[in-house]
């Protein structure tokens, strides 16, 4: 897939294929929006396919209060989604203030169709963009029909009655309902870090743990211990994941994202990995004692190869 940073860099084609929008989390209805865009390129002929998104998210920008978004997806995740969706190139756009005060019909006849060659737009059922979002479905209909860009409305992916979204992903996750998130996500949601160096108590207990330090704007599930997979380049590893301040011990004013791999030895510092959670396991406790913690350990790492079978 190639990526094209910067509306400067953008080329024309005639014929384009195009979506827009943020992506956050790439879940099943944003799949479905990818998968109709690759079949309408093929079944018009078009030639690409194109994802239009932003960087950094707009609502880092946007946002009124002090809190910061916390992302399902980075912008280097969003990609590899991208890609292995089978898209043919993703335009990212610095989304600043000032960009946000672009109009809906500007960004749409300046970018979008003279800039980028788009001749059908693929969006999803809520759609909106420009300043104000003030470009929703019904608005972009009239201004494409004016350049002659057809437009598809995918509609809305459901799951036992309720509409996929990211807030309601954001919701499951932070109430430690994984298994929810990951049915409307589609496929596991991975922490992506790298590993660095920890008290080493989990040495000490004889479970070696890898601390995973991910990007502050990335969404921590609700605190607990998880079963999952530690992805270390091409080799995975069951894992035992946990998430919290650790109160048996000296509890940490930071968050601590420990993985503790099953069948591995050697050392990960400063590598990537990548954590997937498929289940949560049970709350953080503080044990009255290390020796009771470390019972409760073992019995998390049965469970874990438990599930995995």
Request: proline content about 3%; aromatic content about 6%; hydrophobic content about 35%.
């Amino acid at each position: 897939m190639k990526i094209t940073h910067g509306i400067e860099q953008i080329k024309f084609a005639k014929l384009t294929a195009t979506t827009l929008g943020s992506y956050d989390g790439l879940h099943l209805g944003h799949r479905d929006i990818l998968q109709t865009l690759i079949n309408r390129k093929t079944d018009s002929g078009y030639s690409r396919s194109v994802v239009v998104t932003f960087d950094p998210h707009p609502q880092e920008i946007l946002r009124k209060n002090n809190t910061d978004i916390q992302l399902l997806t980075t912008i280097e995740e969003r990609l590899e989604l991208f890609a292995s969706a089978g898209i043919d190139e993703t335009v990212i756009i610095a989304f600043t203030k000032e960009f946000s005060e672009t109009t809906y019909r500007d960004f749409f006849n300046n970018i979008l169709v003279d800039k980028l060659g788009t001749r059908e737009m693929i969006v999803g059922h809520d759609h909106a963009f420009g300043k104000n979002r003030e470009g929703d479905i019904a608005h972009l209909k009239i201004l494409a029909a004016e350049r002659e860009v057809a437009v598809t409305e995918v509609p809305p992916h459901r799951i036992a009655n309720e509409t996929i979204s990211s807030t309601k992903i954001r919701h499951y996750l932070l109430g430690g309902d994984i298994q929810i998130a990951n049915s409307y996500l589609g496929r596991k949601y991975s922490l992506t870090g790298v590993v660095v160096s920890g008290d080493k108590l989990g040495r000490t207990l004889g479970f070696p743990t890898a601390n995973v330090k991910i990007p502050a704007n990335k969404l921590i599930p609700k605190d607990g211990i998880y079963a999952g997979i530690a992805s270390h380049q091409t080799n995975d590893y069951l894992a035992a994941i946990s998430i919290g301040t650790r109160p048996t011990v000296t509890e940490s004013p930071n968050r601590i994202i420990e993985a503790a791999l099953l069948d591995f030895s050697g050392d990960l510092y400063d590598e990537q990995i990548r954590l997937s959670l498929s289940d949560y396991l049970r709350d953080q406790i503080k044990f009255a004692s290390l020796e009771e913690l470390k019972g409760q350990i073992e019995q998390d790492i049965e469970l874990v190869k438990e599930l995995s079978e």
